[in-house]
């Protein structure tokens, strides 16, 4: 079974800088699209990025477009998320998933991610 483990979140000050990084132990993620979420307090969770198993497409909400960039290592062993220039609206628990049934592309919606981590919280905040 596939388990995901996010790490990287924090408190960080408005235009401050974040990287989180995914990464599934004792397995390596090149078979896998990998999706960023993110759900704040009352809020549905909602895609952030996603990047595909074939590396070929990524997708960013245009919420972060600009601002945030999807990744792989070369390994496959470890998929990030590089946010700059943060601002309070982007606090929430940020959530990676894996897709095995993509390949040349990949979902900003949650369905159809079969494997889930455990959140990593983001708090901008001065």
């Known amino acids: 079974q596939l388990q995901l483990v996010e790490s990287g979140g924090g408190l960080v000050q408005p235009g401050g800088s974040l990287r989180l990084s995914c990464a599934a132990s004792?397995?390596?993620?090149?078979?896998?699209?990998i999706g960023w979420f993110r759900q704040a307090p009352g809020k549905e969770r909602e895609g952030v990025s996603c990047i595909s198993s074939s590396d070929a497409s990524t997708y960013y909400a245009d919420s972060v477009k600009g601002r945030f960039t999807i990744s792989r290592d070369n390994a496959k062993i470890t998929v990030y998320l590089q946010m700059n220039s943060l601002k309070p609206e982007d606090t929430a628990v940020y959530y990676c998933?894996?897709?095995?049934?993509?390949?040349?592309?990949?979902?900003?919606?949650?369905?159809?991610?079969?494997?889930w981590g455990q959140g990593t919280q983001v708090t901008v905040s001065s």
């Open positions: 004792g397995f390596t993620l090149d078979s896998y699209s």
């Open positions: 998933a894996a897709d095995q049934t993509t390949y040349y592309y990949c979902s900003g919606s949650p369905k159809g991610y079969d494997y």
